[in-house]
Each structure stands twice: as C-alpha cells, then as structure tokens.
Nanobody, 118 residues
Framework: VQLQESGPGLVKPSQTLSLTCTVS??????????WAWIRQPPGKGLEWIGY???????YYSPSLKSRTSISRDTSKNQFTLQMSSIGPEDTAVYYC???????????WGQGTQVTVSS
C-alpha cells in the first residue's frame, strides 16, 4: 500500500487548505480500515486531525472539528482534507496514513509541507 499527499505548499491566512491523499495498492473502501490525516508543526509532536472510515464515516479532533472536513472519492481511491480559516499555527508537515482495525497506523505518506504566510 502506498499513500501520496498532494496540495499547495503555501497558503495565505484565512484561506481554506485542501490536501488530497492518493492511495495505491489497496482500496479505501476495504473493510475495516480507516484513513487518517495527521500533522506535525515545526518543533512539535504529531497531531491527529481526523479520519474517514471504509464506509465513509468521519471522526475529527475536537480542537479542529469546527473547521475541518474529510471526504473521499472512491472512484479515484483518494481522500481529501479541507481546513478553513487557516492561520500561522496550521503551518506543519501534513501526513496521510492507513489505520488498522487495531488503531495501528501501518502505512504513511511521505508528508507534505504546508506553510501559512501572506
């Protein structure tokens, strides 16, 4: 299984960030996997953003839920992160990952740097 993030590297404050994760070697609809977004701000630890399940149900971090949306395109085997009202605190490396039913994150994308700056 391979995951690849794509999206803009630079986003202006107050805009909406949109990142896509393209999955190959496995279907995002396969029981019972979840597909997650995680980020790592500079000098800090990993932060879970949320995930979308094999059936399309979504779960979000409470601290980000109000401005985060995860969706999917099963025809392209992709899932997408949208985050609104972006600020400098959202500058981070963003990763997508597959989550096992045991909640083990077994496959990760290489990560994509997102910088929020005017």
């Amino acid at each position: 299984v391979q995951l690849q993030e794509s999206g803009p590297g630079l986003v202006k404050p107050s805009q909406t960030l949109s990142l896509t994760c393209t999955v190959s070697g496995g279907s995002i609809t396969t029981n019972w996997y979840f597909w997650a977004w995680i980020r790592q701000p500079p000098g800090k630890g990993l932060e879970w953003i949320g995930y979308i399940t094999y059936s399309g149900t979504t779960y979000y971090s409470p601290s980000l839920k109000s401005r985060t949306s995860i969706s999917r395109d099963t025809s392209k085997n992709q899932f997408t992160l949208q985050m609104s009202s972006i600020g400098p605190e959202d500058t981070a490396v963003y990763y997508c990952a597959r989550v096992q039913p045991t909640y083990w994150y077994d496959y990760w994308g290489q990560g994509t740097q997102v910088t929020v700056s005017s």
